[in-house]
């Protein structure tokens, strides 16, 4: 048996145990990959009319289900790419159509390359002048450099695979279809525990927040990059946590920070990592916030703050899985997945000229859209019990209610600022109510014309009155500044983006003075133990 023979049979095997069509297109592509190595493919079946190519299968470009449909000639010219696999076996990007070639190429991948396609013959008895018919279909390729040759061993290759893909599919979809109930109960169990251990953190009883469970737990353990959307404090990094616990990387590092936190002329360095002497002050090498999420998560706050440079760098590392530390000389594979956020428009961005296109594409191969609270039917109230409860059990106090009136009232309000603002705001209310059991309509709107005036949240009791005899100005203000910071650690739970908040300093200025006076063992630690609800 030759080495391709053999290939192909064990490639054959490993799609004879896909027990779902996801798994069967999964394998398939990745076989596919293994004969033609390239930075995206998709593959396109003809549809029954033989009028038209589908989408059937993608990596590493745009998700399946939206990929265009391409015509085949009978109502519309088909890209020229498209006519010549009518014609022969292969194709590949030429001078005389390249800009036919460009735009193919970038509807189909949004990114630098150049097109190759192959013809996938449903039937090895079809010559190659018998074009594009039902049950025929295309690979294209998106690569770096055209290969010299191999075109014919390739197609001969690839049309036996999609064989094998074409008679398995059927047998595949069967397979579903006589899914026991018990297999099906089985699921919506797992389901269920899932969703509960979702709602653990990402609280809220309304269909939105359902959607959002689910989503999340669907995409968890595919290994695409993620983009959140949502406007400021609706939990975007919350969730973030939620897709690396339930992915197959949980045991490994998840690593958040906020691209707007951290200043232009240190970004490079803190993405990437740099080696001892690569600049004034290197003293010694330090990894990267992508080193450090090898074979975990990286997640990105705020991505669209990244500089255009940045943005670059960043791509080439997503599409190579390879990483350059400043002052290096050599190359480090990497392995991680990259989760992202953002609160602004990025397609609006890349239609500005701001944000990469390709890069986007990279980023947003699954998105997730987080509901604002005003969307979330119900949760207002339900989220205002929730909070009050973890209140009560911080302060060790007796959990408050609202009066039918005031709570009738709080649901009025839009909270623009989203669950982070409902925290801060039902925090004004207990601390207005003190000793009384009941938050009334009076307190209710004293606490939203506090916030409307913008005043300092009432989250951090002053120090005592210094004491001269304790030392110097220097050491008495010291003391001071560490009091108010372990009291503010205490009262939130460590939970670094609402201490910043209410102390209104830089993330990373916190996190210096809470290492100085080693109130917690540095940012990592608050950044794994913090608790945000939603």
Same mark, same amino acid.
């Given at each position: 048996?030759?080495?391709?023979?053999?290939?192909?049979?064990?490639?054959?095997?490993?799609?004879?145990? #896909?027990?779902?069509?996801?798994?069967?297109?999964?394998?398939?592509?990745?076989?596919?990959?293994?004969?033609?190595?390239?930075?995206?493919?998709?593959?396109?079946?003809?549809?029954?009319?033989?009028?038209?190519?589908?989408?059937?299968?993608?990596?590493?470009?745009?998700?399946?289900?939206?990929?265009?449909?391409?015509?085949?000639?009978?109502?519309?010219?088909?890209?020229?790419?498209?006519?010549?696999?009518?014609? =022969?076996?292969?194709?590949?990007?030429?001078?005389?159509?390249?800009?036919?070639?460009?735009?193919?190429?970038?509807?189909?991948?949004?990114?630098?390359?150049?097109?190759?396609?192959?013809?996938?013959?449903?039937?090895?008895?079809?010559?190659?002048?018998?074009?594009?018919?039902?049950?025929?279909?295309?690979?294209?390729?998106?690569?770096?450099?055209?290969?010299?040759?191999?075109? @014919?061993?390739?197609?001969?290759?690839?049309?036996?695979?999609?064989?094998?893909?074409?008679?398995?599919?059927?047998? %595949?979809?069967?397979?579903?279809?006589?899914?026991?109930?018990?297999?099906?109960?089985?699921? +919506?169990?797992?389901?269920?525990?899932?969703?509960?251990?979702?709602?653990?953190?990402?609280?809220? =009883?309304?269909?939105?927040?359902?959607?959002?469970?689910?989503?999340?737990?669907?995409?968890?353990?595919?290994?695409?990059? %993620?983009?959140?959307?949502?406007?400021?404090?609706?939990?975007?990094?919350?969730?973030?946590?939620?897709?690396?616990?339930?992915?197959?990387?949980? #045991?490994?590092?998840?690593?958040?920070?906020? /691209?707007?936190?951290?200043?232009?002329?240190?970004?490079?360095?803190?993405?990437?990592?740099?080696?001892?002497?690569?600049?004034?002050?290197? +003293?010694?090498?330090?990894?990267?916030?992508?080193?450090?999420?090898?074979?975990?998560?990286?997640?990105?706050?705020?991505?669209?703050?990244?500089?255009?440079?940045?943005?670059?760098?960043?791509?080439?590392?997503?599409?190579?899985?390879?990483?350059?530390?400043?002052?290096?000389?050599?190359?480090?594979?990497?392995?991680?997945?990259?989760?992202?956020?953002?609160?602004?428009?990025?397609?609006?961005?890349?239609?500005?000229?701001?944000?990469?296109?390709?890069?986007?594409?990279?980023?947003?191969?699954?998105?997730?859209?987080?509901?604002?609270?005003?969307?979330?039917?119900?949760?207002?109230?339900?989220?205002? =019990?929730?909070?009050?409860?973890?209140?009560?059990?911080?302060?060790?106090?007796?959990?408050?209610?609202?009066?039918?009136?005031?709570?009738?009232?709080?649901?009025?309000?839009?909270?623009?600022?989203?669950?982070?603002?409902?925290?801060?705001?039902?925090?004004? /209310?207990?601390?207005? @109510?003190?000793?009384?059991?009941?938050?009334?309509?009076?307190?209710?709107?004293?606490?939203?014309?506090?916030?409307?005036?913008?005043?300092?949240?009432?989250?951090?009791?002053?120090?005592?009155?210094?004491?001269?005899?304790?030392?110097?100005?220097?050491?008495? %203000?010291?003391?001071?500044?560490?009091?108010?910071?372990?009291? /503010?650690?205490?009262?939130?739970?460590?939970?670094?983006?609402?201490?910043?908040?209410?102390?209104?300093?830089?993330?990373?200025?916190?996190?210096?003075?809470?290492?100085?006076?080693?109130?917690?063992?540095?940012?990592?630690?608050?950044?794994?133990?913090?608790?945000?609800?939603?």
């Amino acid at each position: 048996m030759s080495a391709a023979a053999g290939d192909m049979t064990e490639t054959g095997l490993r799609m004879m145990r #896909a027990r779902s069509e996801s798994q069967l297109r999964f394998r398939f592509v990745e076989a596919v990959l293994e004969i033609q190595p390239a930075n995206g493919v998709a593959i396109y079946a003809v549809d029954a009319s033989g009028r038209a190519l589908n989408p059937l299968a993608s990596e590493n470009t745009f998700p399946t289900d939206r990929l265009p449909p391409f015509p085949l000639g009978f109502d519309k010219r088909p890209p020229a790419a498209i006519a010549a696999l009518q014609r =022969q076996s292969a194709y590949r990007h030429g001078q005389t159509t390249f800009n036919d070639d460009e735009a193919l190429r970038n509807r189909l991948f949004g990114a630098n390359g150049r097109l190759l396609a192959f013809r996938l013959a449903a039937s090895q008895t079809e010559d190659a002048g018998s074009g594009l018919r039902p049950g025929n279909g295309v690979a294209f390729f998106n690569v770096g450099i055209l290969p010299d040759n191999g075109f @014919a061993e390739n197609a001969n290759v690839l049309s036996h695979l999609f064989q094998t893909f074409v008679a398995l599919h059927p047998l %595949v979809e069967a397979f579903e279809q006589r899914a026991s109930d018990q297999t099906r109960k089985n699921a +919506e169990e797992g389901w269920k525990r899932i969703d509960d251990a979702l709602s653990e953190r990402l609280v809220g =009883q309304s269909p939105q927040m359902g959607k959002l469970r689910s989503q999340i737990a669907r995409c968890a353990g595919r290994d695409y990059a %993620v983009l959140l959307e949502g406007e400021t404090g609706t939990g975007k990094e919350l969730a973030a946590r939620a897709l690396h616990r339930l992915s197959p990387r949980k #045991a490994k590092a998840f690593v958040a920070e906020n /691209c707007a936190a951290i200043p232009e002329s240190l970004m490079e360095s803190e993405l990437f990592g740099y080696e001892k002497g690569a600049f004034t002050g290197a +003293e010694k090498a330090r990894a990267g916030l992508i080193k450090k999420a090898d074979g975990g998560t990286l997640f990105l706050d705020e991505i669209g703050d990244l500089p255009p440079a940045l943005q670059a760098k960043l791509l080439r590392v997503l599409q190579e899985r390879k990483l350059r530390p400043l002052g290096a000389d050599t190359e480090h594979d990497v392995d991680f997945r990259l989760i992202t956020a953002t609160h602004r428009d990025l397609r609006a961005a890349v239609g500005e000229g701001t944000f990469r296109a390709d890069l986007y594409h990279r980023i947003a191969q699954l998105a997730i859209k987080l509901p604002p609270l005003r969307d979330r039917e119900g949760d207002i109230a339900y989220l205002a =019990q929730y909070f009050l409860a973890e209140i009560a059990a911080r302060e060790d106090e007796p959990v408050k209610a609202f009066t039918d009136e005031a709570m009738a009232e709080l649901q009025t309000h839009s909270f623009p600022g989203n669950v982070r603002e409902l925290q801060n705001f039902l925090l004004r /209310c207990v601390l207005l @109510a003190r000793d009384e059991a009941e938050i009334s309509l009076a307190q209710v709107r004293e606490a939203h014309a506090s916030l409307l005036a913008g005043a300092a949240p009432a989250t951090v009791e002053p120090p005592d009155d210094a004491n001269v005899d304790q030392g110097g100005l220097r050491e008495m %203000v010291g003391k001071a500044e560490a009091d108010i910071l372990a009291r /503010c650690f205490r009262r939130f739970h460590g939970n670094q983006a609402d201490m910043a908040q209410a102390l209104d300093v830089p993330r990373r200025t916190l996190s210096r003075k809470l290492a100085r006076y080693g109130i917690c063992a540095g940012d990592e630690r608050i950044t794994e133990t913090h608790r945000e609800e939603v």
